[in-house]
């Protein structure tokens, strides 16, 4: 028995923000963030939270997989920005969407969120302990951002993506997960300082700080070598391989994967365009971009594969 995915959503917020609106607050152009990422627009939250995006989500999935929320076994959340440190972004959509015979939890892997909370569900499912889940990758990240350094602000934007799966006999073939916390270093966001009557802290608001060309080299050396080993786990060979479906940080280092696994970039479908780097959001976004446009057939392969902070990065292979 494996996983199957049976449902997908996407939300993400109403203000779409162009590269031209950012270079009216901030000393940068259309022309540098396009060139150098391939994004043109991000969407930034005005009123919405990442609770709402990601229940928002939830329930298109639900509705699209035929799954009511009594059903629900699990909701895992791959988050790094939720509304609250607790409860978990996963226990507040339990709630939002009544799934009361759910346990409900949070993943905290950066980008690479959504994809070990749905390998996280293959485990469960995969060994029996349960049939049906809820996973998503939800963030708000624009309020974790430095707004006076344009070299990390203007590359992230806000949304939800989420999935449902199913025991089945067809779904995932193969998975990898990898962690470096010696690397971690280049991609970090502290959490508020201590405060209590015994220590001395200036008191601080801690924004996202990122070493840009290290996590760039980072991405473009790992994620091609977990490609292969998920490709080779599953007895196929990168060939058999119908859509990468790449955490969507920058299009340099998804043409540099393509290019070092030489496959096609035909194959390499992006929306980072539209959207910028909605960190965990970014695969579940895109999976059910092309889901909702009938893009997948059924016996297509496909690989995800998510890389970010921790370090983290992983593949998922499997039959659509
Ligand atoms: O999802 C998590 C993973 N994150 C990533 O994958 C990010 C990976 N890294 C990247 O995508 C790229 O490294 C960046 C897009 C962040 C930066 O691209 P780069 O080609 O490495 O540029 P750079 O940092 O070397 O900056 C080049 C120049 C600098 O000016 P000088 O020193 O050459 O005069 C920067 O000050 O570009 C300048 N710059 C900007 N100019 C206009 C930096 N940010 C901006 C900006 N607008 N927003």
Redesign the pocket.
Known sequence: MTTRIIGTGRSVPSRKVTNDD??KI????DE??YT??GIHNRHLVETETTTDMAADAAKQAMEKAGVGSEEIELIIVGTVSGDMCYPSTACLVQERIGAVNAVAYDISA??SGFLFALNAAHAYISSGVYKCALVLGAETLSKMMDWS????????GDGAGAAVVKADATGIKAITQHSDGAGGGV?TCENRASNNPYVKNEITLPYTK???????K??VKMVPRCIQDVVEKAGMSVEDVDYFLL????K??IESVSKRLNVPIEKFPTNIEHYG?T?AA?IPILLDELNSAGTFKKGDVIVMSG???GLTWGATLLEW
């Open positions: 950012l270079a901030m000393d940068t152009s540098w963030i150098r990422t950066g980008c350094d344009r070299s990390t602000c203007v590359l992230f991609l990122m070493a840009g060309q290290d996590v760039f980072f991405a955490h969507q940080a920058n340099r280092i780097n960190s970014s890389f970010g902070a």
